[in-house]
């Protein structure tokens, strides 16, 4: 006889919708058209490199020579010439001995995370740390424990708890959150002393921090420090997409033979590759650009501050602000987006300490004017404070 129905096996996911319904924490799709005029405060295009003539160019030659896709995984047929000019400019760029171009930022810390915090090994992470260097610690097979946001004598003390031990530190450079910076030279510090090594996510300093923007490792003096590794987006200050780990030549050569991301996984696309190196030619001849980030987001941060809202002082180019709960934040957003701004919006569980925001990057290619019209935006649209 068959067997009785037992009901549809997605039913669960019914009531997973109606609870996030409750909760407001409904996420949408929402696609932008090319013709758009909104302004854009939510992308990560913080040096404005992602239409530039000189860019787009980079990637359309890119496609004409090499096709559309990059055909097989790096190791088979995805590895092109330009894929190794990349990743020597880069390096070279950002101070370090080697890069390794992978196909996202993701991808990229997955793999410095788990190749070099493989079972048996210690891995130290912040709290406030980005979700793909969260899974990357699952994903290890070591020993996690994770300390909190920005305490370098934490890491200290966890350390010292596990003499001996082959340890990895790791944390972003600037957090995606609240714009802040890590202590990059007090926990290189405390990792020489300790003999760990230091991986840090350097998503939201490339293009920003260091002189030119060469990262938030070359600012602290840590590029080419032989126990330091440094992981990298292509799609924020470089306007294109991809992601690459910088280190010594070991460790990039290790990767290449353990990184699960990299082996198993399509090389990157040749248009990204071409647009990311010309982004990145860009940048080496207009070093300016990376302070001009930075002065537009502490413009922003004064201005919105100034009117009572609050914000955590940038560090580079991020820019927070909170808003009373997840459905203020939401409707905050909405009504900025229906007055023409574009901004982000981060509810819990994307933020570690539950508190919503809205978050807004800032861009070297901003005019004062369009300073002013997010500003008013944001302080008409702004919710009333709780009680």
Same mark, same amino acid.
């Given at each position: 006889?068959?067997h009785?129905?037992?009901g549809?096996?997605?039913d669960? $996911?019914?009531e997973?919708?109606?609870?996030?319904?409750?909760l407001?924490l409904v %996420? &949408?799709l929402r /696609?932008?058209s090319a013709g758009?005029t909104?302004l854009d405060?939510a992308?990560n295009?913080?040096?404005g490199?992602? !239409?530039? /003539?000189?860019?787009?160019a980079g990637a359309?030659?890119? #496609?004409h %020579?090499?096709g559309?896709?990059? &055909?097989?995984?790096?190791l088979?047929t995805?590895?092109t010439e330009?894929h190794a000019?990349?990743?020597?400019?880069?390096?070279?760029?950002c101070?370090f001995?080697?890069?390794?171009v992978l196909?996202?930022?993701?991808a990229?810390?997955l793999?410095?995370?788990?190749a070099?915090g493989a079972h048996?090994a210690?891995?130290v992470?912040?709290?406030?740390?980005?979700?793909?260097?969260v899974?990357g610690?699952?994903?290890a097979?070591?020993?996690?424990?994770?300390?909190?946001h920005a305490?370098?004598?934490?890491?200290?003390k966890?350390?010292?708890?596990?003499p001996? %031990? %082959?340890?990895?530190? #790791?944390?972003?450079s600037v957090f995606? =959150?609240?714009?802040d910076?890590?202590?990059?030279g007090a926990?290189?510090?405390?990792?020489?002393?300790a003999?760990a090594a230091?991986?840090?996510?350097d998503?939201h300093?490339l293009?920003v921090l260091g002189d *030119?923007?060469r990262g938030a490792?070359?600012?602290?003096?840590?590029?080419?420090d032989?126990?330091?590794v440094a992981?990298?987006?292509?799609?924020?200050?470089?306007g294109?997409q991809?992601g690459?780990?910088?280190?010594?030549? @070991?460790v $990039?050569a290790?990767? #290449?033979n353990t990184?699960?991301?990299f082996i198993?996984?399509t090389g990157?696309a040749?248009?990204?590759? *071409? *647009?990311?190196?010309?982004?990145?030619?860009?940048l080496?001849?207009?070093?300016?650009?990376?302070?001009?980030?930075r002065?537009?987001?502490?413009?922003l941060?004064?201005?919105?501050?100034?009117?009572?809202?609050?914000s955590?002082r940038?560090?580079?180019?991020?820019?927070?602000?909170?808003?009373?709960? /997840?459905?203020?934040a939401?409707?905050w957003?909405a009504d900025?987006?229906a007055?023409g701004?574009? =901004?982000g919006?981060? !509810?819990p569980?994307?933020?570690p300490?539950?508190?919503? @925001?809205i978050r807004l990057?800032?861009r070297a290619?901003?005019t004062g004017?369009?300073i002013d019209?997010?500003?008013a &935006? $944001?302080l008409r649209?702004a919710?009333? /404070?709780?009680?």
């Amino acid at each position: 006889m068959p067997h009785a129905a037992q009901g549809d096996p997605f039913d669960w $996911i019914d009531e997973e919708a109606r609870r996030r319904e409750r909760l407001g924490l409904v %996420r &949408t799709l929402r /696609p932008r058209s090319a013709g758009s005029t909104a302004l854009d405060l939510a992308g990560n295009d913080y040096l404005g490199l992602t !239409r530039r /003539p000189e860019v787009v160019a980079g990637a359309a030659g890119a #496609v004409h %020579r090499w096709g559309a896709g990059a &055909t097989g995984s790096r190791l088979v047929t995805g590895t092109t010439e330009l894929h190794a000019e990349l990743e020597r400019e880069l390096a070279a760029f950002c101070g370090f001995e080697a890069a390794l171009v992978l196909s996202s930022g993701y991808a990229a810390n997955l793999a410095a995370v788990t190749a070099l915090g493989a079972h048996g090994a210690l891995v130290v992470s912040d709290a406030a740390n980005h979700a793909s260097i969260v899974d990357g610690c699952r994903l290890a097979r070591a020993e996690t424990a994770v300390v909190p946001h920005a305490a370098p004598e934490a890491v200290r003390k966890t350390l010292a708890a596990h003499p001996g %031990r %082959r340890a990895l530190v #790791v944390t972003d450079s600037v957090f995606s =959150v609240d714009g802040d910076a890590a202590p990059l030279g007090a926990l290189a510090g405390v990792c020489r002393d300790a003999g760990a090594a230091l991986l840090v996510d350097d998503a939201h300093g490339l293009g920003v921090l260091g002189d *030119g923007g060469r990262g938030a490792p070359a600012a602290a003096g840590l590029a080419g420090d032989p126990g330091v590794v440094a992981t990298v987006t292509l799609s924020k200050s470089l306007g294109s997409q991809g992601g690459a780990v910088l280190g010594p030549a @070991r460790v $990039i050569a290790h990767l #290449v033979n353990t990184a699960r991301t990299f082996i198993f996984d399509t090389g990157l696309a040749p248009a990204a590759a *071409g *647009g990311a190196l010309a982004a990145l030619r860009v940048l080496g001849r207009e070093p300016e650009l990376a302070a001009r980030a930075r002065a537009v987001a502490a413009e922003l941060h004064r201005r919105l501050t100034r009117e009572g809202l609050v914000s955590a002082r940038p560090d580079a180019a991020v820019v927070s602000v909170r808003a009373p709960s /997840p459905e203020a934040a939401l409707r905050w957003a909405a009504d900025c987006r229906a007055a023409g701004l574009v =901004v982000g919006c981060f !509810r819990p569980p994307s933020v570690p300490d539950g508190i919503s @925001r809205i978050r807004l990057t800032a861009r070297a290619d901003l005019t004062g004017a369009q300073i002013d019209t997010a500003v008013a &935006t $944001i302080l008409r649209t702004a919710p009333a /404070p709780p009680g």
